[in-house]
């Protein structure tokens, strides 16, 4: 186990990242907002920065059974595991109860740029 108060940011990222790119599981002891500490095994499937500059990883929560996110600087220690991942995530760019048919490649990329620089509100993309 790995206490994070212990190294520095960029350690526990380059760990977190390590276990997202061979898909392993990360066991983590976690703060809620709450001030209570959980135990989870999660499958991180993305790292990214918040609008407020904070590091959210987006895994599958085994406990929960779906997708969360976990802000680093709550994580209090965790194991990279080499078990590899069993929870099926959701796809990222499908909309609420539709699937997402990309007749092109151009519809793709531009589904994909939608998806990460405009607002989630906008559902109708340019091809």
Do not use: N
């Amino acid at each position: 186990m790995k206490l994070t108060s212990k190294q520095t940011s960029t350690k526990t990222l380059a760990d977190l990242y390590r276990a997202l790119d061979r898909q392993h599981a990360v066991t983590i002891t976690y703060l809620d907002q709450d001030g209570t500490e959980t135990i989870r095994t999660i499958e991180p499937h993305d790292i990214r920065t918040t609008k407020t500059g904070r590091i959210e990883i987006r895994a599958m929560c085994r406990l929960r059974g779906d997708a969360r996110g976990f802000l680093l600087h709550r994580i209090v220690s965790y194991t990279c595991h080499r078990i590899g991942f069993i929870l099926d995530r959701p796809e990222a760019t499908t909309p609420a109860g539709k699937g997402i048919v990309a007749r092109s490649e151009k519809q793709l990329i531009a589904r994909e740029l939608g998806r990460d620089y405009f607002p989630r509100t906008t559902t109708a993309l340019a091809a």
